[in-house]
């Protein structure tokens, strides 16, 4: 073994002292004798293949310098810092790939553990992906010399928990302070984010969803769970939700909001609260756009602005929310997944991605979707004729349905609604519609009214269409319909 080799190749005897989590004469040992203790030797083996090197696992030969997987060219020095606390829970090893999808996103991460997440992965794994001390003792004299837990919180700019056990929630909701990621929870102003991961009984639990719904309501923002096989090997909620998901969302809360945005309002009008809290909906916004050729298209006047404040009303009762958008000018609200879309085709197909392999529990399709699209649009500018009396004729096809193919999928949400906007005979109309469709509730406005254009405007009035029930609903601003339709929702799930 060449240490002198393997020191440079880590970055110097700094780097192997922080590596190891040794002092200076310890690295004068092992320079002294000559080889390491075994074991250090995995973890020096994950830092330099992290680093791209390619090296002989029993006795850490380096065979090639860093050539394609450059771990270090991911690590950031001017990325959002996330500190991210490990759990001690089965799919604590995924929150390692939860740790590297966030670096390739541009993330710098400080690695907390707790005592029992060293009981599935250690440190020095974390450390080594990460190129930075992993921290886990609230009481280590070097640790408060360096960077103590007051320091480590005020650091963040978001504190995530991958995963986020059953344990440590009850402990986060209770306000414990009795280890380092607990208090740096208590300690911290950062927005903070978590990503439950169980057994599904243990997440079924009422002790477990209350401490869900009341972390939720003080504005953690909760990252699933998923429907799945769970890390303990059974079938159920309570799958921690994919690394590139839970990367994706904490890359999304650090980019897209102000740090000193309000925590979550998770509350209702009507006092079923919770009852939406962690409950994954999908809603389409906006008008499509169908091109007719590189410069020209087919559109409508929806201005996203009824679909947006569904969003924001949902979001705002602790909803997971992905929403499908059209182009349109109005600002996304915070906490949703964004999806923008142009065309009927890709909002379909960002649906159907979106519902497959989970559960979904509400769809609404807001959407103003284009009915027809040009058969085979053309890839240049279209030429006018010379003769003015020449007629131009464009071929339509008809859009695909996207509520129709939400309705009737295999994965179809507990419950889907519509919007019908119709000139006229509106609740005839839309109850055919609801029927024709497949939805459950279809939310009807009548348009082309001189006094209320619907399209565009601040304001709505509506019925809303159940299978046995219609409600008036009169004149409101859309965030107030937003607002009243969430609370229509809200109490069907608080049933
Ligand atoms: O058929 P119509 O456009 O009136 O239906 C309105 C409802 O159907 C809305 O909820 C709209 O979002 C949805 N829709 C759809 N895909 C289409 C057409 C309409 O999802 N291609």
Not at 349 to 365: E, H, L, M, V, Y
């Amino acid at each position: 073994m060449n240490l002198s080799a393997l020191i440079t190749a880590l970055g110097g005897r700094r780097a192997l002292q922080q590596l190891l989590d040794v002092g200076p004469s310890a690295v004068s040992n092992y320079m002294t004798r000559g080889h390491l203790p075994n074991r250090v030797k995995p973890i020096i083996y994950a830092a330099l293949t992290a680093k791209g090197y390619q090296v002989r696992p029993h006795d850490l030969e380096i065979l090639a310098g860093p050539t394609k997987l450059l771990m270090s060219d991911m690590i950031t020095n001017s990325g959002p810092r996330i500190v991210l606390i490990i759990s001690g829970g089965i799919a604590a090893y995924r929150a390692l790939e939860t740790a590297r999808q966030l670096q390739k996103r541009g993330a710098r991460i400080t690695g907390v553990m707790t005592e029992s997440a060293k009981q599935f992965i250690t440190p020095l794994s974390l450390a080594a992906l990460t190129g930075e001390k992993c921290y886990d003792n609230l009481f280590s004299l070097t640790d408060e010399a360096e960077m103590g837990h007051i320091q480590i919180a005020r650091s963040a700019d978001l504190v995530l928990v991958v995963p986020t056990t059953a344990n440590f929630m009850a402990r986060a909701n209770a306000g414990i302070a009795d280890d380092l990621a607990t208090t740096i929870l208590l300690a911290t102003s950062a927005k903070v984010a978590m990503a439950p991961a169980m057994n599904p009984a243990m997440w079924a639990h009422p002790a477990t969803k209350n401490n869900f719904t009341s972390l939720a309501q003080r504005g953690v923002h909760m990252i699933g769970p998923d429907i799945g096989n769970t890390a303990c090997g059974e079938e159920g909620e309570g799958r921690m939700c994919e690394p590139s998901y839970i990367a994706d969302v904490a890359m999304k809360l650090v980019e897209a909001l102000p740090t000193n945005q309000p925590s979550r309002n998770v509350t209702s009008n009507q006092g079923q609260v919770g009852a939406l809290v962690g409950k994954r909906v999908i809603i389409t916004s906006g008008p499509t756009i169908e091109p007719i050729d590189k410069v020209r298209f087919i559109a409508n006047h929806s201005s996203g602005k009824q679909g947006h404040a569904i969003a924001a009303a949902l979001a705002g009762r602790g909803a997971n929310v992905t929403l499908v958008s059209g182009p349109v000018t109005e600002t996304p609200p915070g906490h949703v997944n964004l999806v923008p879309v142009t065309t009927a085709a890709e909002m379909l197909s960002a649906c159907t991605t979106a519902i497959a392999g989970k559960r979904t529990d509400i769809a609404i399709c807001a959407a103003a979707v284009s009915d027809w699209r040009v058969t085979s649009a053309a890839s240049k500018k279209i030429k006018k004729s010379n003769d003015p009396s020449t007629k131009m004729l464009l071929e339509l096809s008809q859009n695909p349905d996207i509520l129709a193919n939400l309705s009737t999928s295999e994965n179809r949400p507990k419950l889907v609604i519509g919007f019908a906007a119709e000139t006229e005979n509106l609740f005839e109309n839309a109850k055919a519609k609801r029927h024709r469709k497949g939805c459950d509730w279809m939310i009807a406005n009548q348009v082309g009214g001189d006094d209320d254009p619907v399209f565009g405007s601040t304001t709505n009035k509506a019925l809303m269409i159940t299978e046995r029930n219609v409600e008036t609903w009169p004149k409101m601003q859309k965030t107030e319909l937003a607002e009243k339709l969430a609370d229509r929702i809200e109490a069907e799930f608080a049933k």
